[in-house]
């Protein structure tokens, strides 16, 4: 295999709190190659965002580390660009000015002005949202903001894409619809995105590569999970592919059998078998959750 | 664009009736109604209560005034404000005609217009209050904004200085007042002054006292930004004056305007009080004035100053309001 480009080592993250240190994340190793699209799933509190925000340079990894085309990542920058879950647009600027702020500050030196309107432009009618300039945050639907946040995002040519949870405050027919823009987007420019996602059909329609959490305290990557499905992919035709159907059904058992319950491990029956990756995790899992809960580290509900 | 300007005064003035007569038939009228009502009706409640009531209370200086005489004085100081002026001008008109008359004698001869020495009138008063207000009030916004928004960024900065603000702030202007009076007379020395000393003792007085609700608010606007805002901005990795011009100062615009009407407000009412015990001039030593005149108009012209500056105060808020609409984004 190539060299990955961008690779999390051994990655360990804490938190000082006032009863000590919190492990969120312990021994955290991903590689992830050009133009794939991963997703991190896994149930709440489980340091999916925490991840997001090593990689994006937000948070500093305790121990270990992230490197992106071989530069070590420690601080923040528009090369990883984040879609945040709330849009995240500034409410005083336009549509166009939201984009045009990033823009100006990536593109300062590399493009006339000219040119970065078209760029603004541009990017704008990649998301359809080239018919709301004028427009403010506050007076354009939720998922058209974050269509907004998307193209920002994209305006800013990252390497890698990183998006928290973009279609959680959406309903469903504006997440599809966004999920499929997507999906289009991503094959045009073959960027590296990794998404976080609570929601495992978005997650198995829209990846190459799903990566189940465990839950925390020391959450750690639980099992991975390729999908092997022709793109560019329908929804609709999906719905009753047995791959599709085999994918999901293997998220889901890791999600609600084996994971069933944040801090709840030891609790559940093993469930059905499912042909999926790492099938030693399925032991070693609820044992070493409770030897979490007989470890020092305190835990925080 | 000649038949443009042709008809358009025509068409606005009939989209003006249009307006005019829409709110004055149907729905409009009774919305428009119901909005007045109300106020109007404690309006009159209010006036009939001093009316009926003012008569009973006696002192000195004979029975408090009823509104009758309120807008008789009012009347009256509008008037010596007209006979004022008008003195004024001929003072002015006379020695210009003096003066013409020894240039023509004399050429070479050195003639100036000296000012009328009259008092100031009621309205003169109004004025330079508000002038004296909207200085100490532009002075404080200039210091509290920038400091506000050090303060919020910096919370090392915030921790250092929050006791002196809590301590400073409840402080009342009338404690200022002696201090900042003889620090101005001892610091500000000149032949020429270009400001009365007065002026800047309640000036400075006013700024003492309405900086701290602009300063308070301003910090607190620029420390609680959205942090995902925080957040584009690091990953875009804006520099710190672009990020604070650009993230940080338009997001707390709304905190800012909260505070800079109150600071309004207190600079207005600390004013009044400021030129009532330090004589300087304006509405307060009018006040004072009148208070210690003694006449039998005395209270009527002090109950007609209190009207005007409250609604001078009420006024002042609007002005504010509207500019906040203006620049605010959230308005």
């Known amino acids: 295999m190539t060299k990955p480009h961008l690779e999390l080592t051994n990655v360990q993250m804490a938190f000082d709190t006032k009863d000590g240190p919190f492990i969120a994340l312990e021994n955290i190793d991903l590689k992830i190659r050009k133009g794939e699209f991963v997703s991190l799933i896994g149930h709440s509190g489980c340091g999916k965002s925490t991840v997001l925000n090593i990689v994006a340079g937000l948070l500093q990894a305790t121990r270990g580390g992230c490197v992106l085309d071989g530069h070590e990542v420690n601080t923040p920058g528009p090369e990883r660009a984040v879609v945040f879950q709330n849009h995240s647009l500034m409410p005083w600027l336009t549509v166009y000015e939201n984009v045009e702020l990033a823009v100006q500050q990536v593109f300062k030196k590399s493009m006339n002005k000219k040119e970065r309107r078209e760029w603004i432009l541009h990017n704008l009618k990649l998301v359809n949202m080239d018919h709301a300039l004028d427009k403010r945050p506050g007076e354009i639907s939720g998922g058209m903001a974050q269509r907004v946040g998307i193209a ?42 990794i998404m976080i996602t ?27 999970l390729h999908i092997d499905l022709p793109r560019p992919r329908n929804r609709v035709n999906l719905a009753d592919n047995p791959e599709y159907v085999h994918y999901r059904q293997a998220v889901l058992s890791f999600l609600y059998e084996k994971q069933r319950f944040p801090d709840k491990g ?31 580290v305190r835990r925080i509900a | 664009m000649t038949t443009l300007s042709h008809t358009n005064p025509l068409s606005h003035g009939q989209r003006w009736l249009r307006a005019l007569t829409d709110k004055l038939t149907g729905p409009s009228l009774a919305e428009t109604g119901r909005n007045l009502l109300l106020p109007s009706i404690g309006i009159a409640l209010f006036l009939t209560f001093w009316h009926l009531a003012a008569p009973q209370v006696l002192t000195s200086l004979g029975a408090f005034p009823g509104p009758a005489d309120v807008l008789e004085q009012s009347g009256q100081l509008w008037q010596e404000h007209n006979d004022q002026r008008e003195r004024a001008a001929q003072f002015v008109t006379m020695q210009e005609q003096r003066n013409e008359r020894i240039l023509a004698e004399n050429p070479d001869a050195e003639v100036r217009i000296r000012s009328y020495p009259g008092s100031p009138t009621f309205i003169d008063q109004v004025f330079t209050s508000l002038g004296t207000v909207l200085a100490g009030f532009v002075l404080a916004t200039l210091i509290a904004v920038p400091l506000g928004i050090i303060i919020g960024l910096n919370r090392h900065f915030s921790a250092a200085v929050n006791p002196l603000i809590q301590i400073f702030k409840p402080v ?36 003492l006292c309405s900086l701290w609700p602009t300063l308070i608010n301003t910090s607190v606007g620029v420390s609680a ?23 940080v100062l338009p997001s707390s615009v709304p905190m800012i305007f909260t505070g800079l009407r109150v600071s309004l407000g207190i600079a207005w009412m600390v004013l009044i009080a400021a030129e009532m015990l330090a004589q300087s001039p304006g509405l307060g030593k009018f006040v004072w004035d009148e208070f210690q005149n003694g006449s039998s108009q005395s209270l009527s012209r002090i109950m007609v100053a209190v009207l005007a500056i409250g609604f001078i105060g009420f006024l002042l808020d609007r002005i504010m309001l509207l500019i906040q609409k203006k620049v605010a984004w959230n308005e």
């Open chain 1, 266 to 296: 030891g609790e559940e029956e093993a469930g059905p078998v499912v042909e999926a990756e790492a099938p030693e995790q399925e032991e070693d899992t609820p044992e070493s959750q409770s030897k979490h809960a007989e470890s020092p």
């Open chain 1, 152 to 193: 920002r995002a994209l305006a800013m040519k990252p390497s890698v894409l990183l998006m928290d949870e973009p279609f959680g405050a959406l309903d469903a027919l504006t997440r599809a619809h966004l999920q499929d823009s997507l999906m289009e987007i991503q094959q045009d420019l073959n960027s590296t995105v």
């Open chain 2, 172 to 207: 009342s202007p009338l404690a200022w007042l002696p201090l900042v009076t003889m620090v101005v007379s001892a610091t500000y020395v000149s032949d020429d002054p270009m400001f009365a000393k007065s002026f800047l003792t309640s000036m400075f007085t006013v700024t």
């Open chain 1, 198 to 224: 609570h929601d495992v059909d978005e997650a198995v329609l829209l990846s190459d590569r799903i990566v189940m959490m465990t839950n925390g305290p020391s959450a750690t990557i639980g099992e991975q």
């Open chain 2, 225 to 247: 930004v959205n942090p995902d805002l925080l957040n584009v901005s690091k990953v875009l990795r804006l520099s710190f004056w672009t990020h604070v011009r650009k993230v």
